[in-house]
C-alpha cells in the first residue's frame, strides 16, 4: 500500500506524462513534505515548476516597457 506522500509523487509523475505540468507542479507541492531529502524528488519538482514558469513567461505578449536596456561605454 503507498503512502499519502508516495501517491501524490506518483500522480505527479503521471501528470508529467500527460504532459499537464500545472497538474504536476501541484501533485509534487503536496508529495514535498514526504520527500525533502529525495535527490530525485527534488530534481522532478524543480525542473517541472521551471518548465511551468518559462511556459508562463513566454505565453505573454512580450511589453515593450518594461524591456530594461543598459548602456555600456567601453573604456570609460
Do not use: W
Not at 497538474?23 to 530525485?40: G, I, N, S, T
Not at 521551471?50 to 512580450?62: N, Q, S, T, Y
Amino acid at each position: 500500500m503507498l503512502s499519502g506522500g508516495e501517491k501524490e509523487y506518483c500522480a505527479a509523475l503521471l501528470a508529467l506524462k500527460r504532459k499537464d505540468y500545472q497538474a504536476a507542479v501541484e501533485q509534487f507541492a503536496m508529495a514535498a513534505p514526504y520527500f525533502k531529502d529525495d535527490k530525485e524528488f527534488n530534481i522532478f519538482f524543480e525542473t517541472t515548476r521551471l518548465l511551468v514558469a518559462v511556459k508562463d513567461e513566454l505565453a505573454r505578449p512580450m511589453n515593450h516597457e518594461r524591456l530594461d536596456i543598459e548602456e555600456v561605454f567601453p573604456n570609460g
